[in-house]
């Protein structure tokens, strides 16, 4: 289901979607809330597919790739409400990874030649 949208139109989506309420954006507090919601519902799917704890026959199914959606049209509400644009936070945050960690972990070319 790859619909090959940019960072840019998903939050365009998004704030499309929310301006359309009287209410709009929750508060950034009431949102880290919601996030922190939504993480624990990706937990607990995670949990029962991979982790030790099966659902009950009375739980219904709920898929982690829609529990993933949820958390990042939370993650998007609160990078739009704080006018925060992701693609240049993930290039910020790639940058870091690319330079402060690139000798962190052992790369799959270089585990040959040690």
């Keep these: 289901m790859t619909n090959g949208k ?8 998004v704030d499309q ?3 359309q309420f009287k209410e709009g954006y929750f508060s950034p507090l009431a949102m880290l809330a919601r996030l922190t919601e939504e993480l624990g519902e990706l937990a607990r799917e995670v949990n029962h ?5 099966p659902k009950k026959s009375t739980e219904t199914e709920k898929a982690i790739e829609e529990e ?9 509400c609160l990078a ?5 644009d992701l693609e240049e936070a993930h290039d910020y945050v790639m940058n870091k990874f690319n330079t402060r ?3 962190r972990w052992t790369r799959l ?3 040959s030649v040690e």
Excluded at 6 to 13: I, P, T
Excluded at 49 to 53: A, C, D, P, S
Excluded at 68 to 76: A, K, T
Excluded at 80 to 84: A, F, G, H, V, Y
């Design 6 to 13: 940019s960072m840019k139109e998903l939050q365009a989506e």
């Design 17 to 19: 979607y929310i301006s």
């Design 49 to 53: 597919y991979y982790g030790e704890k």
């Design 68 to 76: 993933l959606g949820d958390l990042l049209f939370v993650i998007i």
């Design 80 to 84: 739009n409400s704080l006018n925060i």
């Design 101 to 103: 960690d690139k000798n």
């Design 109 to 111: 070319d270089q585990e």
